[in-house]
């Protein structure tokens, strides 16, 4: 039965049949595999009712993976490369063809070893993994210490991961572990709006407070990317002076890091938050602070400022200050610089 046959106006039906294409809209934007038209062969595969096999969300490169292994291939070859988690492949062929000028039969490539290989030149790819069910060359629960004597490699890839090691201090302390001095380490997490997909979603704050160069890195630079739009980065501003930089958003976001170990300096047991340490460093104290009538002025008009800046806010914007807004056209990752 028709809409207009129930006695809606001409109006209303438009109103409906529109409201229909923005939920369908905001359904793909939510699954944004099926979003590119991606479907293939997996162990890891459900069957529906008309008996199409979808793979499901796991671990893997995606678009924004690619881009991000562009931007590390660009200062050099992968070398030896360690993945936590076995990597699936969720890209389609014409797009690996038109970002990178290789054709891959995706029907024959479930798993992401030898794009890394022929792409970014990647000489070794091993996969670190807590169960054999995906074929992990190595098998090691991260939430447990790796033994010291452990090989270390070039670049280290965590795209999806971290989040769900319960211990995720101990992954990071085996992350550094793995990467060799001179090496460098990639990282695609979860921030914003993914509750519920793992135990943990990434705030940028933990890659400037953990990847510092009192602790041995160099070159870190964090950047923020839309699921639905994984073409545009956000550089995010390294906090600085006690302040924080708060990210808000409505879409499903990636954190994205890229840095260099230089030196084995510091450990992961000993980082701590910037903005604390500024405020120790300058022997300051929260009641202190509230107590000054001028922190208080500023706090107001901070407070102000918030409120009348939160539509801006809530997705990433040129507005937002702490943010520099990258365009990765045709594929091309921006260049890479010291930070």
């Not at 369908?24 to 293939?40: D, Q, W």
């Not at 602790?215 to 073409?231: C, H, I, M, Q, Y």
């Amino acid at each position: 039965m028709g809409l207009a046959r129930l006695g809606l106006a001409d109006a209303d039906v438009t109103g409906a049949r529109r409201r229909a294409k923005l939920a369908v809209r905001e359904i793909l934007a939510e699954r944004p595999l099926a979003n590119y038209g991606f479907i293939r062969r997996d162990p890891r595969r459900i069957r529906g009712r008309a008996g199409r096999r979808f793979a499901m969300d796991g671990m893997g490169i995606d678009l924004s993976a690619l881009n991000l292994l562009r931007r590390a291939h660009q200062s050099g070859p992968l070398g030896e490369t360690v993945c936590l988690g076995r990597q699936g492949l969720h890209i389609k062929p014409e797009i690996l063809r038109r970002r990178c000028g290789a054709a891959l039969d995706w029907r024959n490539e479930p798993y992401a070893e030898n794009m890394m290989r022929t792409l970014f030149g990647a000489s070794r790819v091993d996969s670190i993994d807590n169960s054999p069910y995906e074929g992990a060359a190595i098998l090691h629960d991260m939430n447990l210490p790796l033994p010291q004597d452990f090989r270390a490699y070039d670049t280290v890839i965590d795209a999806g991961t971290i989040e769900h090691i319960f211990d995720a201090a101990q992954g990071f302390r085996n992350i550094v572990q793995l990467c060799k001095i001179g090496g460098q380490i990639l990282h695609v997490t979860p921030t914003n709006n993914f509750c519920g997909h793992g135990f943990w979603q990434v705030s940028p704050e933990l890659f400037f407070s953990l990847y510092a160069p009192e602790n041995g890195f160099s070159d870190t630079e964090v950047f923020l990317a839309s699921r639905k739009r994984p073409d545009v980065w956000f550089k995010v501003m390294k906090p600085s002076g006690g302040a924080r930089v708060p990210i808000m958003s409505s879409d499903k976001l990636y954190c994205i890091c890229r840095t260099v170990r230089r030196a084995a300096a510091g450990a992961v047991g000993e980082v701590q938050q910037s903005n604390y340490l500024d405020h120790w460093k300058a022997g300051e104290t929260p009641q202190a602070a509230d107590a000054s009538p001028s922190r208080e002025k500023q706090g107001f008009g901070r407070r102000l400022g918030e409120r009348l800046a939160h539509r801006f806010r809530r997705k990433l914007s040129r507005l937002n200050p702490n943010l520099t807004r990258i365009d990765v056209v045709d594929g091309r990752a921006p260049s890479i610089a010291a930070s």
